[in-house]
Protein backbone atom coordinates (compact mmCIF):
# COMPACT_ATOMS: atom_id res chain seq x y z
CA UNK A 1 0.00 0.00 0.00
CA UNK A 2 1.37 3.44 -1.09
CA UNK A 3 2.68 5.50 1.85
CA UNK A 4 2.79 9.32 2.35
CA UNK A 5 6.30 9.95 3.29
CA UNK A 6 6.68 11.21 7.18
CA UNK A 7 7.29 14.87 8.11
CA UNK A 8 11.08 14.19 8.20
CA UNK A 9 11.72 12.74 4.83
CA UNK A 10 9.76 15.69 3.71
CA UNK A 11 11.94 18.15 5.48
CA UNK A 12 14.83 15.97 4.59
CA UNK A 13 13.58 17.08 0.49
CA UNK A 14 12.89 20.28 0.93
CA UNK A 15 16.64 20.73 2.68
CA UNK A 16 18.24 18.82 -0.20
CA UNK A 17 16.29 20.82 -2.81
CA UNK A 18 17.81 24.31 -0.86
CA UNK A 19 21.32 23.15 -1.00
CA UNK A 20 20.89 21.86 -4.46
CA UNK A 21 19.43 25.37 -5.30
CA UNK A 22 23.13 27.07 -4.54
CA UNK A 23 24.73 25.01 -7.44
CA UNK A 24 22.60 25.91 -9.86
CA UNK A 25 23.00 29.91 -10.43
CA UNK A 26 24.16 30.25 -13.46
CA UNK A 27 21.10 28.80 -15.00
CA UNK A 28 18.45 30.18 -12.33
CA UNK A 29 20.31 33.55 -13.88
CA UNK A 30 19.83 32.78 -17.35
CA UNK A 31 16.42 31.79 -17.00
CA UNK A 32 15.76 35.47 -14.90
CA UNK A 33 17.04 36.97 -18.25
CA UNK A 34 15.04 34.98 -21.02
CA UNK A 35 11.76 36.03 -18.92
CA UNK A 36 13.57 39.79 -19.51
CA UNK A 37 13.26 39.42 -22.79
CA UNK A 38 10.25 38.17 -23.51
CA UNK A 39 8.99 41.63 -20.84
CA UNK A 40 10.86 43.47 -22.60
CA UNK A 41 9.71 42.34 -25.90
CA UNK A 42 5.78 43.11 -24.61
CA UNK A 43 6.31 46.25 -23.30
CA UNK A 44 9.42 48.51 -25.25
CA UNK A 45 8.35 50.52 -28.23
CA UNK A 46 10.06 52.07 -30.81
CA UNK A 47 13.26 50.67 -31.76
CA UNK A 48 13.14 47.56 -29.51
CA UNK A 49 15.67 45.23 -31.10
CA UNK A 50 19.16 46.95 -30.40
CA UNK A 51 17.62 47.39 -26.35
CA UNK A 52 16.86 43.49 -27.19
CA UNK A 53 20.67 42.56 -28.59
CA UNK A 54 22.31 44.75 -26.21
CA UNK A 55 20.45 43.06 -22.99
CA UNK A 56 20.84 39.64 -24.71
CA UNK A 57 24.75 40.41 -24.77
CA UNK A 58 24.72 42.15 -21.35
CA UNK A 59 23.24 39.48 -19.69
CA UNK A 60 24.97 36.34 -21.12
CA UNK A 61 28.31 37.97 -20.18
CA UNK A 62 27.39 38.40 -16.70
CA UNK A 63 26.41 34.98 -16.44
CA UNK A 64 30.46 34.75 -16.68
CA UNK A 65 30.84 35.95 -13.33
CA UNK A 66 28.12 33.05 -11.64
CA UNK A 67 29.72 30.49 -13.96
CA UNK A 68 33.40 31.23 -12.34
CA UNK A 69 32.02 31.72 -9.00
CA UNK A 70 31.29 27.61 -9.41
CA UNK A 71 35.10 26.91 -9.79
CA UNK A 72 35.48 27.41 -5.39
CA UNK A 73 32.09 25.01 -5.24
CA UNK A 74 33.06 21.20 -4.44
CA UNK A 75 32.59 19.14 -7.43
CA UNK A 76 29.67 16.73 -6.83
CA UNK A 77 25.83 15.61 -7.62
CA UNK A 78 22.69 17.49 -6.75
CA UNK A 79 18.77 17.60 -7.20
CA UNK A 80 19.15 13.71 -5.93
CA UNK A 81 21.76 12.66 -8.13
CA UNK A 82 19.96 14.40 -11.99
CA UNK A 83 22.45 16.83 -11.97
CA UNK A 84 26.38 17.07 -11.58
CA UNK A 85 28.32 20.42 -11.42
CA UNK A 86 32.54 19.63 -12.24
CA UNK A 87 35.50 20.90 -14.35
CA UNK A 88 34.11 18.80 -17.41
CA UNK A 89 30.41 21.05 -16.81
CA UNK A 90 32.02 24.34 -16.44
CA UNK A 91 34.14 24.17 -19.67
CA UNK A 92 30.84 24.03 -21.68
CA UNK A 93 29.17 26.47 -19.40
CA UNK A 94 31.91 28.91 -20.49
CA UNK A 95 31.78 27.64 -24.14
CA UNK A 96 28.13 27.60 -24.77
CA UNK A 97 27.33 31.13 -23.19
CA UNK A 98 30.13 32.21 -25.45
CA UNK A 99 28.52 30.76 -28.44
CA UNK A 100 25.56 32.40 -27.67
CA UNK A 101 27.12 35.96 -27.54
CA UNK A 102 29.15 35.29 -30.73
CA UNK A 103 25.46 34.21 -32.15
CA UNK A 104 24.13 37.62 -31.32
CA UNK A 105 26.69 39.39 -32.25
CA UNK A 106 26.68 37.21 -35.66
CA UNK A 107 22.53 38.09 -35.75
CA UNK A 108 23.42 42.03 -35.60
CA UNK A 109 25.74 41.73 -38.59
CA UNK A 110 23.24 39.91 -40.77
CA UNK A 111 21.01 42.15 -43.11
CA UNK A 112 18.50 39.31 -43.92
CA UNK A 113 17.28 39.68 -40.35
CA UNK A 114 15.78 43.65 -41.01
CA UNK A 115 13.83 42.01 -44.09
CA UNK A 116 12.73 38.78 -42.90
CA UNK A 117 11.59 40.01 -39.39
CA UNK A 118 10.06 42.80 -37.57
CA UNK A 119 10.34 42.08 -33.84
CA UNK A 120 13.28 40.38 -32.58
CA UNK A 121 12.27 39.63 -29.15
CA UNK A 122 11.23 35.79 -28.87
CA UNK A 123 14.91 35.08 -30.99
CA UNK A 124 16.96 36.32 -28.89
CA UNK A 125 14.95 34.83 -26.08
CA UNK A 126 14.78 31.65 -27.58
CA UNK A 127 18.94 31.97 -28.11
CA UNK A 128 19.03 32.46 -24.19
CA UNK A 129 16.34 29.41 -23.89
CA UNK A 130 19.07 27.43 -25.62
CA UNK A 131 21.84 28.12 -23.85
CA UNK A 132 20.30 27.05 -20.73
CA UNK A 133 19.22 23.82 -22.39
CA UNK A 134 22.81 23.28 -23.67
CA UNK A 135 24.41 23.69 -20.14
CA UNK A 136 22.08 21.18 -18.94
CA UNK A 137 22.60 18.77 -21.49
CA UNK A 138 26.26 19.21 -20.39
CA UNK A 139 25.82 18.62 -16.56
CA UNK A 140 22.83 16.04 -16.61
CA UNK A 141 23.66 12.75 -15.06
CA UNK A 142 20.16 11.44 -15.38
CA UNK A 143 18.85 9.72 -18.06
CA UNK A 144 15.21 11.77 -17.43
CA UNK A 145 17.36 15.24 -17.01
CA UNK A 146 19.10 13.80 -19.93
CA UNK A 147 15.97 13.63 -22.70
CA UNK A 148 14.44 16.86 -20.93
CA UNK A 149 17.55 18.78 -21.73
CA UNK A 150 17.86 17.59 -25.29
CA UNK A 151 14.56 18.85 -26.50
CA UNK A 152 14.69 21.53 -24.22
CA UNK A 153 17.45 22.41 -27.21
CA UNK A 154 15.67 20.70 -30.18
CA UNK A 155 12.20 22.70 -29.61
CA UNK A 156 14.33 26.09 -29.45
CA UNK A 157 16.42 24.69 -32.63
CA UNK A 158 13.20 23.46 -34.42
CA UNK A 159 12.16 26.99 -33.97
CA UNK A 160 14.66 28.99 -34.77
CA UNK A 161 15.69 27.38 -37.44
CA UNK A 162 12.39 28.40 -39.42
CA UNK A 163 12.59 32.01 -37.91
CA UNK A 164 12.00 33.38 -41.18
CA UNK A 165 8.44 32.67 -41.51
CA UNK A 166 8.24 33.58 -44.80
CA UNK A 167 10.82 32.16 -46.45
CA UNK A 168 10.28 28.70 -47.93
CA UNK A 169 14.03 27.34 -47.46
CA UNK A 170 13.67 28.29 -43.63
CA UNK A 171 10.38 26.64 -43.78
CA UNK A 172 11.30 23.79 -45.08
CA UNK A 173 14.54 23.56 -43.17
CA UNK A 174 12.29 23.71 -40.01
CA UNK A 175 10.09 20.99 -40.91
CA UNK A 176 13.08 18.34 -41.62
CA UNK A 177 14.97 19.03 -38.95
CA UNK A 178 11.52 18.88 -36.24
CA UNK A 179 10.86 14.93 -38.50
CA UNK A 180 14.47 13.87 -37.92
CA UNK A 181 14.64 15.29 -34.74
CA UNK A 182 11.43 13.62 -33.10
CA UNK A 183 12.42 9.99 -34.89
CA UNK A 184 15.70 9.78 -33.27
CA UNK A 185 14.30 11.25 -29.85
CA UNK A 186 11.60 8.29 -29.74
CA UNK A 187 14.76 6.09 -30.59
CA UNK A 188 16.92 7.48 -28.07
CA UNK A 189 13.98 7.34 -25.42
CA UNK A 190 13.10 3.19 -26.29
CA UNK A 191 17.10 3.00 -25.90
CA UNK A 192 16.44 5.12 -22.44
CA UNK A 193 13.90 2.66 -21.03
CA UNK A 194 15.70 -0.50 -22.01
CA UNK A 195 18.30 0.56 -19.91
CA UNK A 196 16.25 1.00 -17.26
CA UNK A 197 14.67 -2.18 -17.50
CA UNK A 198 17.83 -3.46 -17.48
CA UNK A 199 18.95 -1.63 -14.24
CA UNK A 200 16.41 -0.30 -12.69
CA UNK A 201 17.95 2.50 -12.02
CA UNK A 202 18.60 5.83 -14.08
CA UNK A 203 21.58 7.95 -12.58
CA UNK A 204 24.54 7.58 -14.32
CA UNK A 205 26.74 6.18 -11.73
CA UNK A 206 24.14 3.87 -10.35
CA UNK A 207 23.58 2.39 -13.83
CA UNK A 208 27.66 1.34 -14.63
CA UNK A 209 27.34 -0.01 -10.53
CA UNK A 210 24.17 -2.51 -11.61
CA UNK A 211 25.33 -3.21 -15.08
CA UNK A 212 29.30 -4.16 -13.52
CA UNK A 213 27.34 -6.15 -10.36
CA UNK A 214 24.41 -8.21 -12.01
CA UNK A 215 25.91 -8.46 -15.36
CA UNK A 216 24.26 -7.79 -18.58
CA UNK A 217 22.99 -9.58 -21.88
CA UNK A 218 25.65 -8.42 -24.96
CA UNK A 219 22.88 -8.27 -27.47
CA UNK A 220 20.10 -6.03 -25.64
CA UNK A 221 23.21 -3.68 -24.70
CA UNK A 222 24.34 -3.52 -28.20
CA UNK A 223 20.79 -3.15 -29.02
CA UNK A 224 20.11 0.01 -26.29
CA UNK A 225 23.81 1.39 -27.18
CA UNK A 226 22.75 1.68 -30.91
CA UNK A 227 18.90 3.53 -30.27
CA UNK A 228 20.56 6.09 -27.78
CA UNK A 229 23.38 6.11 -30.57
CA UNK A 230 21.11 6.98 -32.66
CA UNK A 231 19.92 10.62 -30.39
CA UNK A 232 23.08 11.36 -29.19
CA UNK A 233 24.60 10.66 -32.93
CA UNK A 234 21.38 13.32 -34.56
CA UNK A 235 22.99 16.10 -32.25
CA UNK A 236 26.53 15.64 -33.43
CA UNK A 237 25.42 15.33 -37.40
CA UNK A 238 27.34 12.16 -37.61
CA UNK A 239 26.84 9.56 -40.14
CA UNK A 240 24.51 7.68 -40.44
CA UNK A 241 21.98 10.54 -38.16
CA UNK A 242 23.42 13.24 -40.59
CA UNK A 243 20.28 13.98 -43.16
CA UNK A 244 18.47 17.10 -41.76
CA UNK A 245 22.42 18.48 -41.37
CA UNK A 246 22.82 19.87 -45.37
CA UNK A 247 19.03 21.16 -45.94
CA UNK A 248 18.73 22.81 -42.26
CA UNK A 249 22.53 24.27 -42.47
CA UNK A 250 21.32 25.73 -45.85
CA UNK A 251 17.71 26.76 -45.38
CA UNK A 252 18.18 28.23 -41.47
CA UNK A 253 19.36 31.59 -40.85
CA UNK A 254 23.26 31.45 -41.39
CA UNK A 255 23.66 32.69 -37.28
CA UNK A 256 21.29 29.76 -36.62
CA UNK A 257 23.33 27.61 -38.87
CA UNK A 258 26.81 28.69 -36.93
CA UNK A 259 24.97 28.24 -33.95
CA UNK A 260 23.97 24.57 -34.84
CA UNK A 261 27.12 23.53 -35.82
CA UNK A 262 29.14 24.64 -32.90
CA UNK A 263 27.40 24.72 -30.21
CA UNK A 264 24.42 22.45 -30.42
CA UNK A 265 26.98 19.70 -31.70
CA UNK A 266 29.23 20.66 -28.65
CA UNK A 267 26.29 19.46 -26.36
CA UNK A 268 25.65 16.51 -28.15
CA UNK A 269 29.72 15.44 -27.65
CA UNK A 270 28.75 16.66 -23.62
CA UNK A 271 26.31 14.04 -23.71
CA UNK A 272 28.00 11.46 -25.45
CA UNK A 273 31.66 11.55 -23.28
CA UNK A 274 29.43 11.38 -20.04
CA UNK A 275 27.32 8.74 -20.91
CA UNK A 276 29.45 6.81 -22.77
CA UNK A 277 32.52 6.87 -20.20
CA UNK A 278 30.15 6.88 -17.41
CA UNK A 279 27.33 4.05 -18.04
CA UNK A 280 28.21 1.72 -20.21
CA UNK A 281 30.44 -0.95 -19.86
CA UNK A 282 33.71 -0.45 -21.53
CA UNK A 283 33.75 -3.61 -22.81
CA UNK A 284 34.26 -6.87 -21.12
CA UNK A 285 34.08 -10.90 -21.66
CA UNK A 286 30.24 -11.34 -22.34
CA UNK A 287 30.25 -8.39 -24.71
CA UNK A 288 33.34 -8.39 -26.71
CA UNK A 289 33.03 -12.69 -26.97
CA UNK A 290 29.51 -13.16 -28.33
CA UNK A 291 29.33 -10.33 -30.84
CA UNK A 292 32.78 -9.65 -31.09
CA UNK A 293 31.83 -5.38 -31.01
CA UNK A 294 31.39 -3.33 -28.46
CA UNK A 295 30.13 0.77 -28.26
CA UNK A 296 33.93 1.89 -28.93
CA UNK A 297 33.62 -0.08 -32.17
CA UNK A 298 30.13 1.33 -33.15
CA UNK A 299 31.90 5.16 -32.42
CA UNK A 300 34.80 4.27 -35.24
CA UNK A 301 32.16 3.09 -37.74
CA UNK A 302 30.49 6.58 -37.27
CA UNK A 303 33.70 8.14 -37.04
CA UNK A 304 35.02 6.27 -40.42
CA UNK A 305 31.88 6.88 -42.03
CA UNK A 306 31.37 10.61 -40.86
CA UNK A 307 34.87 11.77 -42.29
CA UNK A 308 34.83 10.07 -45.58
CA UNK A 309 31.08 10.39 -46.39
CA UNK A 310 31.61 14.14 -45.08
CA UNK A 311 34.66 15.41 -47.15
CA UNK A 312 33.81 13.36 -50.58
CA UNK A 313 30.14 14.75 -50.88
CA UNK A 314 31.38 18.36 -49.99
CA UNK A 315 33.48 18.04 -52.98
CA UNK A 316 30.57 18.52 -55.17
CA UNK A 317 28.43 21.17 -53.24
CA UNK A 318 28.11 24.80 -54.96
CA UNK A 319 26.39 26.53 -52.01
CA UNK A 320 28.94 27.62 -49.78
CA UNK A 321 26.61 26.92 -46.48
CA UNK A 322 25.84 23.41 -48.20
CA UNK A 323 29.52 22.59 -48.44
CA UNK A 324 30.61 24.03 -44.69
CA UNK A 325 27.11 21.54 -43.82
CA UNK A 326 28.96 18.75 -45.09
CA UNK A 327 32.44 19.87 -43.70
CA UNK A 328 30.71 20.19 -39.99
CA UNK A 329 29.64 16.24 -40.69
CA UNK A 330 33.42 15.27 -41.51
CA UNK A 331 34.38 17.16 -38.04
CA UNK A 332 31.81 14.87 -36.28
CA UNK A 333 33.82 12.29 -37.00
CA UNK A 334 37.55 13.49 -36.26
CA UNK A 335 35.59 14.62 -32.84
CA UNK A 336 34.52 11.21 -32.10
CA UNK A 337 38.24 10.23 -32.74
CA UNK A 338 39.07 11.69 -29.38
CA UNK A 339 36.16 9.84 -27.50
CA UNK A 340 36.98 6.65 -28.59
CA UNK A 341 40.72 6.74 -27.28
CA UNK A 342 39.08 6.96 -23.64
CA UNK A 343 41.53 8.29 -21.65
CA UNK A 344 42.55 11.66 -20.01
CA UNK A 345 44.42 12.44 -23.41
CA UNK A 346 41.78 11.93 -25.67
CA UNK A 347 39.03 13.98 -23.43
CA UNK A 348 41.71 16.35 -23.53
CA UNK A 349 42.11 16.36 -27.17
CA UNK A 350 38.27 16.38 -27.80
CA UNK A 351 38.23 19.88 -25.56
CA UNK A 352 41.04 21.57 -27.61
CA UNK A 353 39.22 20.19 -30.81
CA UNK A 354 35.57 21.64 -29.59
CA UNK A 355 37.31 25.14 -28.56
CA UNK A 356 39.12 25.62 -32.17
CA UNK A 357 36.27 24.60 -34.20
CA UNK A 358 34.47 27.47 -32.14
CA UNK A 359 36.57 30.19 -33.26
CA UNK A 360 37.02 28.93 -36.88
CA UNK A 361 33.73 27.75 -37.78
CA UNK A 362 31.80 31.13 -36.24
CA UNK A 363 34.37 33.16 -38.49
CA UNK A 364 33.97 31.67 -41.64
CA UNK A 365 29.96 31.84 -41.19
CA UNK A 366 29.92 35.21 -40.13
CA UNK A 367 32.48 36.14 -42.82
CA UNK A 368 29.55 34.36 -45.37
CA UNK A 369 27.09 36.55 -43.88
CA UNK A 370 29.30 39.82 -44.65
CA UNK A 371 29.54 38.77 -47.94
CA UNK A 372 25.99 37.33 -48.44
CA UNK A 373 24.94 41.20 -47.31
CA UNK A 374 26.89 42.41 -49.82
CA UNK A 375 25.99 39.78 -52.85
CA UNK A 376 22.82 38.40 -51.98
CA UNK A 377 24.19 35.26 -52.57
CA UNK A 378 25.60 32.25 -51.28
CA UNK A 379 26.86 30.58 -54.17
CA UNK A 380 30.24 29.66 -54.88
CA UNK A 381 30.56 30.76 -58.11
CA UNK A 382 29.45 34.33 -57.18
CA UNK A 383 32.46 34.06 -54.94
CA UNK A 384 34.89 35.16 -57.71
CA UNK A 385 36.73 38.42 -57.88
CA UNK A 386 35.59 39.08 -54.03
CA UNK A 387 39.20 38.96 -52.58
CA UNK A 388 39.52 42.64 -54.19
CA UNK A 389 36.34 44.14 -53.33
CA UNK A 390 36.15 42.90 -50.19
CA UNK A 391 39.87 42.47 -48.85
CA UNK A 392 39.86 41.89 -45.43
CA UNK A 393 36.80 39.61 -45.60
CA UNK A 394 39.07 37.55 -47.76
CA UNK A 395 41.71 37.70 -45.91
CA UNK A 396 39.44 36.34 -42.92
CA UNK A 397 38.06 33.68 -44.47
CA UNK A 398 41.23 32.20 -45.95
CA UNK A 399 42.84 31.89 -42.49
CA UNK A 400 39.42 30.23 -41.46
CA UNK A 401 39.33 27.79 -44.18
CA UNK A 402 42.82 27.01 -43.71
CA UNK A 403 41.97 26.59 -40.10
CA UNK A 404 39.72 24.09 -41.20
CA UNK A 405 41.36 21.94 -43.26
CA UNK A 406 44.06 21.73 -40.51
CA UNK A 407 47.03 23.27 -41.81
CA UNK A 408 49.48 25.71 -39.64
CA UNK A 409 50.09 28.01 -38.43
CA UNK A 410 46.38 27.71 -37.36
CA UNK A 411 44.71 26.78 -34.03
CA UNK A 412 42.76 24.12 -36.88
CA UNK A 413 45.98 22.46 -36.88
CA UNK A 414 46.68 21.92 -33.01
CA UNK A 415 43.20 20.15 -32.77
CA UNK A 416 44.39 17.52 -35.40
CA UNK A 417 47.89 17.30 -34.21
CA UNK A 418 46.36 16.47 -30.70
CA UNK A 419 43.66 13.82 -31.79
CA UNK A 420 45.79 12.29 -33.90
CA UNK A 421 48.50 12.34 -31.06
CA UNK A 422 45.94 10.65 -29.03
CA UNK A 423 45.44 7.92 -31.46
CA UNK A 424 48.83 7.20 -32.29
CA UNK A 425 49.57 6.05 -28.23
CA UNK A 426 46.84 3.70 -28.19
CA UNK A 427 48.27 0.99 -31.00
CA UNK A 428 48.22 -0.42 -34.83
CA UNK A 429 44.59 -0.39 -35.03
CA UNK A 430 44.22 3.53 -33.68
CA UNK A 431 47.29 4.29 -36.52
CA UNK A 432 45.17 3.25 -39.21
CA UNK A 433 42.41 5.46 -37.63
CA UNK A 434 45.02 8.43 -37.73
CA UNK A 435 46.01 7.92 -41.28
CA UNK A 436 41.83 7.72 -42.46
CA UNK A 437 41.73 11.22 -40.35
CA UNK A 438 44.81 12.49 -42.16
CA UNK A 439 43.89 11.48 -45.57
CA UNK A 440 40.29 12.48 -45.26
CA UNK A 441 41.63 16.24 -44.38
CA UNK A 442 43.65 16.40 -47.11
CA UNK A 443 40.26 15.53 -49.23
CA UNK A 444 38.93 18.60 -47.35
CA UNK A 445 41.66 20.96 -49.16
CA UNK A 446 40.24 20.37 -52.19
CA UNK A 447 36.81 22.32 -51.57
CA UNK A 448 37.97 24.33 -48.72
CA UNK A 449 40.76 25.86 -51.13
CA UNK A 450 37.86 26.36 -53.96
CA UNK A 451 36.85 29.23 -51.67
CA UNK A 452 40.28 31.15 -51.87
CA UNK A 453 40.82 30.07 -55.37
CA UNK A 454 37.32 32.00 -56.67
CA UNK A 455 37.98 34.75 -54.50
CA UNK A 456 41.45 35.44 -55.76
CA UNK A 457 42.39 33.80 -58.43
CA UNK A 458 38.73 34.10 -60.86
CA UNK A 459 37.39 37.18 -62.21
CA UNK A 460 33.76 37.98 -61.51
CA UNK A 461 31.37 37.72 -64.20
CA UNK A 462 29.75 40.96 -63.84
CA UNK A 463 33.79 42.55 -63.72
CA UNK A 464 33.75 46.36 -61.31
CA UNK A 465 35.70 48.29 -59.63
CA UNK A 466 33.01 48.55 -56.49
CA UNK A 467 34.62 47.84 -53.26
CA UNK A 468 32.42 46.28 -50.53
CA UNK A 469 32.73 48.14 -46.92
CA UNK A 470 30.90 45.76 -43.93
CA UNK A 471 31.04 48.24 -41.43
CA UNK A 472 34.14 48.76 -38.78
CA UNK A 473 32.09 46.67 -36.07
CA UNK A 474 32.03 43.61 -38.54
CA UNK A 475 35.88 44.19 -39.60
CA UNK A 476 36.95 44.56 -35.52
CA UNK A 477 35.26 41.04 -34.84
CA UNK A 478 36.76 39.65 -38.26
CA UNK A 479 40.45 40.74 -37.15
CA UNK A 480 39.52 39.67 -33.60
CA UNK A 481 38.44 36.01 -34.61
CA UNK A 482 41.35 35.47 -37.48
CA UNK A 483 43.41 36.95 -35.02
CA UNK A 484 42.80 34.68 -31.97
CA UNK A 485 42.69 31.58 -34.81
CA UNK A 486 46.45 32.48 -35.55
CA UNK A 487 47.32 33.45 -31.95
CA UNK A 488 46.21 29.94 -30.27
CA UNK A 489 47.75 27.83 -33.56
CA UNK A 490 51.23 29.14 -32.73
CA UNK A 491 50.34 30.02 -28.47
CA UNK A 492 48.16 27.30 -27.66
CA UNK A 493 49.38 26.20 -24.02
CA UNK A 494 46.19 28.69 -22.23
CA UNK A 495 44.30 26.44 -24.53
CA UNK A 496 45.73 22.66 -23.90
CA UNK A 497 46.09 23.77 -19.99
CA UNK A 498 42.67 25.01 -19.78
CA UNK A 499 41.24 21.52 -21.66
CA UNK A 500 43.57 19.11 -19.25
CA UNK A 501 41.96 20.73 -16.20
CA UNK A 502 38.30 20.31 -17.94
CA UNK A 503 39.70 17.15 -18.23
CA UNK A 504 40.19 15.74 -14.94
CA UNK A 505 37.00 14.42 -13.76
CA UNK A 506 37.12 11.78 -16.95
CA UNK A 507 41.11 11.05 -16.29
CA UNK A 508 39.87 9.39 -12.74
CA UNK A 509 36.49 7.98 -14.11
CA UNK A 510 38.80 5.86 -16.76
CA UNK A 511 41.49 5.12 -15.13
Known amino acids: ?163 FKRNSRSSEAALKYLVYGAVSSGLMVYGFSLIFGLTAQTNLIKISTELATHGYDPLLMILLTLLILAGFGYKIGAVPFHFWSPDVYEGAPTPITAYLSVASKAAGFALLMRFFYIAVPHGGQPYEDILGIDWRSLLIILSVASMIYGNVVALWQKNVKRLLAYSSIAHAGYLILGIIVMDK ?67 GFIGKLMIFSALLTKGSLYIWLALIGIMTSVISLYYYMLIPLNMYLRESKQPDDTTFNPGMPAQILMVVLMVLTLYFGLFFTPLSDFAEYSSAMFGIVLQ
Not at 102 to 129: C, H, N, P, W
Not at 352 to 370: C, D, E
Open 345 to 411: FGTQATLIYLLSYFLMNFGAFFVVILIANKTGSENLDDYRGLGKKMPLAGAALTVFLVSLVGLPPTV
Open 1 to 163: MFELPSGAEIQGIIASLKASVGFFIPEIYLSVLFMLLILIDLVAKGRKNNLLSITTLLGLAGSIFFIYQQHSMPPGEFFFGMYVLDEFALFFKYFFVLSGILAVIVTMADEQFDREVKSMGEYYALIVAMVIGMIMMASSADLLMIFLSMELVSFTAYILTGY
